[in-house]
């Protein structure tokens, strides 16, 4: 059960950190229906790592399970290429 809680902190809070602004942008370049929050990639690591730190995993096997089994509709974070 820690995992199940681990992933809803982390999407509560990318939800707290979505700039809608920036995801309007982000979906067009992404040329995809998928939904975006628009949150930088060094905001989406802070938020795990304190996120994980706060409520440790029980095994990243099961979280990885875990967070894929229900993944949310509207939880992509914005990404960048590197060169």
């Not at 809608?20 to 930088?40: C, F």
């Not at 905001?43 to 095994?59: D, E, F, G, K, Y």
């Amino acid at each position: 059960m820690a995992n199940a809680e681990l992933i809803a902190a982390i999407r509560a809070e990318l939800q707290v950190a979505a700039d809608p602004a920036r995801a309007a942008g982000t979906q067009a370049y992404m040329k995809s229906e998928m939904p975006s929050l628009g949150v930088r990639v060094p905001s989406v690591r802070r938020i795990v790592a304190t996120a994980a730190r706060q409520l440790p995993p029980a095994s990243l096997d099961g979280l990885t399970l875990t967070a894929s089994r229900k993944p949310p509709a509207n939880c992509r974070a914005e990404t960048r290429r590197r060169a």
